[in-house]
């Protein structure tokens, strides 16, 4: 069997299981500060400051059993966005998850990397589930002039059964989970707080894409695409605000993109900069 499929840890009388759906490549030089913008000079400064030419990130996503139910958290990318992901459902398998146990599915905000693996070619990938996602992203990403074809077809056959439901900041989602909000990377960003007993997490979302740089460099964070000076700036604001507050309780953090396990503690460097610790 190869390496990290899948692991699985406690979290009080929760399990908590990793499973990898692949890995994503993009340009490293797409890692930007609020005052840059995506032209070839900045471009070019990026590539000689980070000394390579592609960010790797995992793809990850998580499930959550507690005695009465498995959720998930993000869906991974299926087969939305090339052959280095989708392999989400053999590893469930490999894991002993059966996606018909699955009955919630929670997803951080509808790219097509977290979403898109909730169905395959208009069928749910999760027949037994209800999708949870925030209002305010559900809203923009549905509006004409931003959303994508991706979107609406992963949604297309829960919408069809009423199995979508959108929630707001703060909403109990379970018994010991709760949605978070982290705006910035999308208006609705959402984290989720899960909790049982003593021991909590938060899932984050995408807080974090290139777990060695970024966090070195709090002030960079991760533009694709379109380049809009203010969601840039509230993003960094947000990671900056997360990173300082789970460095100062040491919280557990599960990260969606972090080196698998996706589960680590954010430690201060001595240059007073950050770092990631995994906890396997």
């Not at 990290?4 to 490549?25: C, M």
């Not at 978070?180 to 899932?203: C, R």
């Not at 604001?237 to 557990?252: P, T």
């Amino acid at each position: 069997m190869a390496r990290n499929q899948f692991s699985t840890r406690p979290l009080g009388d929760f399990q908590v299981t990793t499973i990898s759906d692949g890995f994503a490549l993009a340009p490293a030089a797409t890692l930007v500060r609020a005052t840059d913008r995506l032209n070839l000079a900045n471009q070019w400064r990026m590539a000689r400051q980070i000394h390579k030419p592609l960010m790797r990130a995992d793809v990850l996503m998580f499930v959550v059993s507690s005695r009465n139910e498995k959720i998930l958290i993000d869906a991974g990318a299926g087969h939305a966005l090339g052959p280095t992901m989708g392999k989400a459902q053999q590893n469930l398998r490999r894991a002993g998850v059966q996606a018909t146990d699955i009955t919630k599915v929670l997803i951080s905000h509808p790219h097509p990397d977290h979403l898109c693996g909730i169905s395959d070619r208009g069928a749910m990938l999760y027949p037994n589930a209800y999708i949870y996602l925030d209002r305010r992203d559900y809203e923009y990403w549905s509006a004409p002039e931003h959303t994508y074809s991706q979107f609406g077809r992963a949604l297309a056959p829960y919408i069809a059964v009423d199995r979508l439901r959108l929630f707001e900041p703060g909403d109990e989602l379970a018994a010991g989970v709760s949605a978070v909000p982290l705006p910035g990377h999308t208006i609705g960003h959402s984290g989720f707080q899960v909790q049982s007993g003593a021991a909590k997490a938060l899932f984050w979302g995408d807080i974090i894409h290139d777990y060695d740089y970024q966090l070195a460099n709090p002030d960079h964070t991760f533009v694709l695409r379109d380049f809009h000076a203010v969601r840039v700036a509230d993003e960094i604001a947000m990671q900056q605000k997360i990173l300082a507050e789970v460095a100062a309780s040491h919280e557990l953090v599960f990260a969606p993109h972090a080196p698998f396990p996706g589960a680590g503690h954010v430690v201060v460097s001595s240059s007073g900069t950050y770092g990631w610790k995994i906890s396997s």
